[in-house]
């Protein structure tokens, strides 16, 4: 489909100088990963709005993303509905150049989360424990759960996962590490999630570009930037249309 | 403001755009005092750079003074008088840490972009892209300029804006292309290009102590600059470039060959027709004529810096000489804040005066003229200075 895109492009182009290159160029390359990259840059923000929103399971994705996940001491139906076709995996890791702690310290504090994954607009811890997440998607598009930790390691490992009869069912875990002699951190995060629409919504979801993987990617990104650069980076203000 | 936009490969504007404004801690907002068109800005006006968008405002290199700052920058001051270094970087992370600066890991917020081509995104820079983060270039009336704590650099006020702005790039950029060459005393370090950039490697290769310096180009005017910069001359449209080198080195070719020409190479040889070919036919990406001559150039043992920005997948590449000969290839965006202390000292000293390369002084408005001049090498045009 992109390639046929480009054709045209390059078709219709044909009279233009022959120093534009430009991104057409890479393209006849004939990577794949450029052809996403360009079918990516080319799409209009409206148009990938749209296609985020025609993907409401991206966002359960999404918001299925919080950590917390160890087999084995699952509930019965987090279990289930996880297992097998139905559960959508997701493993990423980053390093930052801090200690174990402070990494540790600012996670285990939840109400940091929305802070780095840019589609949670909140989280609050109960004193029981329990926590209430909310998500925002375009269009308003809103969910909310409850979950809980049922996994704590001190500078180690956080692991939870929803209550039964949440909205979006998934658990994670993640996991610090620290290495180079202590001077980094290691954190690697392991979900689960289960989509409503199951595992064709999320090749929907991998179509459209932004694959479960690659959000979660983005999210730890923004986390290393915020603890090591104390800000997350921005090329242009947010209502700026390009 | 006014700035100079992108609209489309080989099509600029000086348009009205809102001004910048603070968006983190540690931003500083700067007003413009000068700024420079830079052979990398060619690349993107001859559509060479993916990822530029119409409407981006280019510029990289520029300096100023610092008219806002933000909340968590308590190192400048409004009022001071900064050159920014055109790679963006957070100061902290493990590759600035590490004094590899143009590889700061937290810069570039479309880093995945840049993953998708090369595994890690290198820093985020200004005015080059979306790849490269698409931040708003310095060739405005202001500019914002993020981790303002860490990257600009106070000037004295004895120096004029001539004498420092080409901190912000093509100064360190041919110092760095010349450290790379690993020079010791009786080196012969050959460069390829007699632009800016290789105008300050030639005079960077004397600095740091090279015994000979022989620069290759085909403009008289600008062989005649690297000539005052005392390099031997050489014009590669009336010479064969290896066996004139090789003689000239009685048989062992140069000790380092630095290219500082980069995608769009001309060339009068086969290869060189060839990329032109391809490129035009978008078959390829860059047109690696110059790097392929300076690996087949290259003394045994020796190093080859590549200042000349690159783009894609390159095709003929002559991996195979550069292996049997045993080369050193370095090469990448300038690690800005490593050079600009020791290099403001320098201009302070006397050692160099960086203004020699400018040939044209103007206002923004004739910002599109001047990119039009300066690519196609008219009117002597060497170095473009820009005054808001
Ligand atoms: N690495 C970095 O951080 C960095 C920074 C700045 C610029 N650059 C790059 O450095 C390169 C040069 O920049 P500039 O401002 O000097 O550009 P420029 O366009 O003024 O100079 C390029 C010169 O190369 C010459 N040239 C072309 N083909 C040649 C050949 N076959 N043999 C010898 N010379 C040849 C041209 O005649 C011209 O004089 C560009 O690729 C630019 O993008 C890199
Ligand atoms: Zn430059
Ligand atoms: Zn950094």
Redesign the interface.
């Given at each position: 489909m992109l390639q046929f895109n480009f054709m045209t492009t390059?078709a219709l182009r044909h009279d233009?100088?022959?120093?534009?290159?430009?991104?057409?160029?890479?393209?006849?390359?004939g990577s794949a990963?450029?052809l996403?990259?360009?079918g990516?840059?080319r799409r209009s923000p409206a148009g990938a709005l749209g296609a985020i929103a025609a993907t409401p399971l991206l966002y359960r994705g999404i918001t299925g993303r919080w950590p917390g996940f160890l087999a084995g001491v699952m509930p019965e139906d987090t279990k289930t509905a996880l297992s097998g076709e139905r559960g959508v995996r997701v493993h990423e890791s980053i390093?930052l150049?801090l200690p174990v702690n402070d990494v540790y310290r600012f996670w285990r504090r939840i109400e940091n989360l929305p802070r780095f994954m840019s589609h949670l607009e909140s989280v609050a811890e109960n004193p029981d424990g329990r926590s209430h997440w909310v998500a925002v998607g375009p269009g308003d598009y809103r969910i909310e759960w409850d979950a809980e930790i049922f996994n704590e390691v001190e500078n180690q490992t956080i692991a939870w996962r929803s209550l039964p009869g949440s909205d979006v069912v998934s658990a994670g875990s993640v996991n610090f590490d620290a290495v180079r002699s202590g001077q980094?951190t290691q954190v690697s995060v392991n979900l689960q999630y289960a989509p409503p629409a199951g595992r064709a919504g999320d090749l929907v979801a991998r179509l459209f570009g932004r694959a479960p993987t690659?959000i979660v990617?983005?999210d730890l990104?923004r986390l290393?930037?915020l603890l090591?650069?104390?800000?997350?980076?921005?090329?242009?203000?947010a209502d700026d249309p390009? | 403001m006014k700035a100079v936009r992108y609209c489309g490969a080989g099509d600029i504007r000086v348009e009205h755009v809102p001004d910048p404004q603070i968006l983190n801690p540690r931003d500083a907002i700067v007003k413009v005092t000068a700024t420079a068109i830079c052979g990398s800005d060619l690349h993107i006006y001859n559509g060479y750079i993916p990822t530029m968008q119409t409407g981006d405002i280019l510029g990289h290199e520029f300096m100023g003074e610092v008219v806002e700052v933000g909340s968590g920058n308590s190192r400048l001051k409004v009022g001071d008088r900064v050159v920014v270094p055109f790679t963006i970087a957070c100061g902290r992370c493990y590759f600035c840490k590490e004094g590899l600066w143009s590889l700061c890991d937290n810069s570039n917020p479309n880093a995945w972009m840049a993953e998708k081509i090369s595994g890690y995104s290198g820093s985020g820079l200004f005015g080059y892209s979306h790849m490269y983060g698409g931040y708003p270039g310095g060739q405005a009336e202001y500019a914002r300029v993020p981790f303002a704590d860490i990257g600009p650099i106070r000037v004295p006020d004895s120096l004029t804006d001539e004498q420092v702005l080409f901190l912000s790039d093509i100064f360190p950029t041919g110092y760095m292309a010349a450290e790379n060459c690993s020079i010791r005393p009786g080196d012969t370090i050959a460069v390829w290009g007699c632009g800016p950039v290789g105008q300050f490697a030639i005079r960077s290769a004397y600095l740091l102590g090279a015994e000979r310096v022989i620069a290759i180009d085909r403009y008289p005017e600008r062989l005649a600059l690297a000539a005052r910069g005392r390099a031997e001359t050489l014009n590669y449209t009336e010479v064969d470039v290896l066996d004139e080198l090789r003689m000239r080195t009685g048989g062992q070719g140069p000790d380092a060959c630095i290219d500082a020409v980069g995608l769009e190479a001309h060339g009068t040889t086969l290869d060189a027709w060839y990329d032109r070919i391809k490129t035009s036919m978008y078959l390829a990406t860059d047109r690696p004529h110059v790097l392929r001559q300076a690996i087949g150039a290259c003394r045994k043992g020796g190093t080859v810096s590549i200042p000349g920005v690159y783009g894609g997948w390159l095709d003929k590449f002559p991996l195979g000489a550069a292996f049997a000969k045993g080369l050193t290839l370095k090469m990448g965006q300038t690690h800005m804040h490593r050079y600009l202390p020791s290099l403001l000292a320098r201009i302070e000293h006397g050692d160099i005066d960086p203004s020699f390369v400018i040939t044209h002084r103007v206002t923004l408005d004739d910002a599109p003229d001047m990119y039009r001049t300066f690519n196609e090498k008219d009117d002597k045009c060497i170095k473009v200075i820009i005054k808001p």
């Amino acid at each position: 489909m992109l390639q046929f895109n480009f054709m045209t492009t390059h078709a219709l182009r044909h009279d233009m100088p022959s120093s534009i290159a430009s991104t057409e160029s890479w393209l006849a390359l004939g990577s794949a990963t450029l052809l996403l990259l360009y079918g990516a840059m080319r799409r209009s923000p409206a148009g990938a709005l749209g296609a985020i929103a025609a993907t409401p399971l991206l966002y359960r994705g999404i918001t299925g993303r919080w950590p917390g996940f160890l087999a084995g001491v699952m509930p019965e139906d987090t279990k289930t509905a996880l297992s097998g076709e139905r559960g959508v995996r997701v493993h990423e890791s980053i390093r930052l150049e801090l200690p174990v702690n402070d990494v540790y310290r600012f996670w285990r504090r939840i109400e940091n989360l929305p802070r780095f994954m840019s589609h949670l607009e909140s989280v609050a811890e109960n004193p029981d424990g329990r926590s209430h997440w909310v998500a925002v998607g375009p269009g308003d598009y809103r969910i909310e759960w409850d979950a809980e930790i049922f996994n704590e390691v001190e500078n180690q490992t956080i692991a939870w996962r929803s209550l039964p009869g949440s909205d979006v069912v998934s658990a994670g875990s993640v996991n610090f590490d620290a290495v180079r002699s202590g001077q980094s951190t290691q954190v690697s995060v392991n979900l689960q999630y289960a989509p409503p629409a199951g595992r064709a919504g999320d090749l929907v979801a991998r179509l459209f570009g932004r694959a479960p993987t690659q959000i979660v990617r983005e999210d730890l990104r923004r986390l290393k930037q915020l603890l090591e650069a104390g800000e997350v980076a921005h090329a242009r203000p947010a209502d700026d249309p390009r | 403001m006014k700035a100079v936009r992108y609209c489309g490969a080989g099509d600029i504007r000086v348009e009205h755009v809102p001004d910048p404004q603070i968006l983190n801690p540690r931003d500083a907002i700067v007003k413009v005092t000068a700024t420079a068109i830079c052979g990398s800005d060619l690349h993107i006006y001859n559509g060479y750079i993916p990822t530029m968008q119409t409407g981006d405002i280019l510029g990289h290199e520029f300096m100023g003074e610092v008219v806002e700052v933000g909340s968590g920058n308590s190192r400048l001051k409004v009022g001071d008088r900064v050159v920014v270094p055109f790679t963006i970087a957070c100061g902290r992370c493990y590759f600035c840490k590490e004094g590899l600066w143009s590889l700061c890991d937290n810069s570039n917020p479309n880093a995945w972009m840049a993953e998708k081509i090369s595994g890690y995104s290198g820093s985020g820079l200004f005015g080059y892209s979306h790849m490269y983060g698409g931040y708003p270039g310095g060739q405005a009336e202001y500019a914002r300029v993020p981790f303002a704590d860490i990257g600009p650099i106070r000037v004295p006020d004895s120096l004029t804006d001539e004498q420092v702005l080409f901190l912000s790039d093509i100064f360190p950029t041919g110092y760095m292309a010349a450290e790379n060459c690993s020079i010791r005393p009786g080196d012969t370090i050959a460069v390829w290009g007699c632009g800016p950039v290789g105008q300050f490697a030639i005079r960077s290769a004397y600095l740091l102590g090279a015994e000979r310096v022989i620069a290759i180009d085909r403009y008289p005017e600008r062989l005649a600059l690297a000539a005052r910069g005392r390099a031997e001359t050489l014009n590669y449209t009336e010479v064969d470039v290896l066996d004139e080198l090789r003689m000239r080195t009685g048989g062992q070719g140069p000790d380092a060959c630095i290219d500082a020409v980069g995608l769009e190479a001309h060339g009068t040889t086969l290869d060189a027709w060839y990329d032109r070919i391809k490129t035009s036919m978008y078959l390829a990406t860059d047109r690696p004529h110059v790097l392929r001559q300076a690996i087949g150039a290259c003394r045994k043992g020796g190093t080859v810096s590549i200042p000349g920005v690159y783009g894609g997948w390159l095709d003929k590449f002559p991996l195979g000489a550069a292996f049997a000969k045993g080369l050193t290839l370095k090469m990448g965006q300038t690690h800005m804040h490593r050079y600009l202390p020791s290099l403001l000292a320098r201009i302070e000293h006397g050692d160099i005066d960086p203004s020699f390369v400018i040939t044209h002084r103007v206002t923004l408005d004739d910002a599109p003229d001047m990119y039009r001049t300066f690519n196609e090498k008219d009117d002597k045009c060497i170095k473009v200075i820009i005054k808001p």
